[in-house]
């Protein structure tokens, strides 16, 4: 017989697709890490494995505990899956930007969920940083701070850094993630660094107004990426370039991935997708890009996918009914 204990034994070996059509008039191969098709939807699953099994390796997290942890729901759902596996009762902090449906699922999964203010300062004690700082001052809870947590960039360096570049057989040239805790982009850089001596440059991708690339924190509204502080599992020697799209350019071309490409995912991937693509035009055709695509879009549908939604916010006119780059633009 051939199966797997639990879901969670199937976390990584993600595949890499190339996107045909996107960058059809390129001619250097653009290949998208497909993260949605871990257990739990998400590249997240792998910094939850990697953050509880250290926490329970340092007795941080001990049987019978409690998990609390800021999320916008990836790592929530990773967490949960985990943490159903052995034992562990989950709460969640999700800021009410994030949409329903994600919280739903975190829901479905067993855990209770918090919902906060967005439109706050981390440091206010309303923000659902320190919400969930106070719960965690309880016995008995262990918070895995995705955003100082080492084992979240050490997971991609031992997971998905390694898978990247044995698919590619050594050939990627150029790494493009979005950065929100930065543990993606650090992980997998250091490990692609070091694997070749300093040959691949590493791109970051970040919402317009957010730090990384040079903003205040300015809301914006793609989900899991941009920050208004500098996290400690963001390593700011790793990035040779940072760029930045706007809200508009990451949802469209999130639109175009799901009408072209046949790949149904979020918001971060349409902006993670438009800067590889420009790193990519400027690219040689020996060159090979890998973008890295966070998660799934079934949580973005009355939002990205919704015309009404995009409309209200100038994002297509409001008798768009198809979704092109270039109507926009
Ligand atoms: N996209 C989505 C949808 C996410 O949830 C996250 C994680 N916050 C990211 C991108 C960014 O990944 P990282 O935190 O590793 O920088």
């Not at 992980?187 to 440059?201: D, I, M």
């Not at 035009?281 to 890998?290: L, N, Q, S, T």
Request: proline share 6%.
């Amino acid at each position: 017989m051939e199966y797997v204990e639990h879901v969670t034994d199937l976390v990584g070996n993600t595949p890499l697709v190339q996107l045909n059509t996107l960058s059809a008039e390129l001619e250097t191969p653009v290949l998208a890490k497909v993260e949605y098709l871990n257990p739990g939807g998400s590249v997240k699953d792998r910094i939850a494995l990697r953050m509880i099994e250290a926490a329970e390796a340092s007795g941080e997290l001990r049987p019978g505990g409690t998990i609390v942890e800021p999320t916008s729901g990836n790592t929530g759902v990773g967490l949960a899956m985990v943490a159903q596996r052995k034992g562990y009762r989950c709460v969640f902090v999700c800021p009410d930007k994030v949409s329903e449906d994600k919280r739903n699922v975190l829901e479905a999964y067993g855990a209770e969920v918090v919902v906060c203010p967005t439109a706050v300062p981390p440091e206010h004690p309303d923000s659902y940083y320190s919400v969930s700082d106070r719960l965690a001052e309880q016995d008995g809870y262990w918070k895995p701070n995705q955003y100082d947590n080492q084992s979240n960039p050490e997971s991609h360096y031992h997971s998905t850094g390694p898978e990247i570049w044995e698919q590619t057989q050594g050939r990627i040239t150029h790494f493009v993630a979005g950065i929100g805790t930065g543990g993606t982009i650090s992980g997998v850089g250091r490990y692609l660094k070091e694997v070749s001596g300093g040959q691949v440059r590493i791109v970051g991708a970040d919402p317009e107004g957010s730090v990384y690339s040079g903003g205040k924190g300015r809301p914006y509204l793609v989900e899991g990426v941009g920050e208004d502080f500098w996290p400690n599992t963001y390593d700011r020697e790793i990035c040779d370039e940072i760029v930045s799209v706007t809200d508009a350019n990451s949802f469209l071309m999130t639109r175009e991935l799901a009408r072209q490409e046949a790949l149904l995912v979020g918001g971060s991937c349409g902006m993670a997708v438009a800067a590889a693509l420009s790193v990519a035009e400027r690219a040689d055709p020996d060159d090979v890009v890998v973008v890295l695509l966070p998660d799934g879009g079934r949580g973005y549908l009355t939002k990205v996918f919704n015309d009404s939604w995009m409309a209200s916010y100038g994002f297509l006119s409001p008798d768009h009914t198809g979704g092109s780059v270039g109507d926009v633009l």
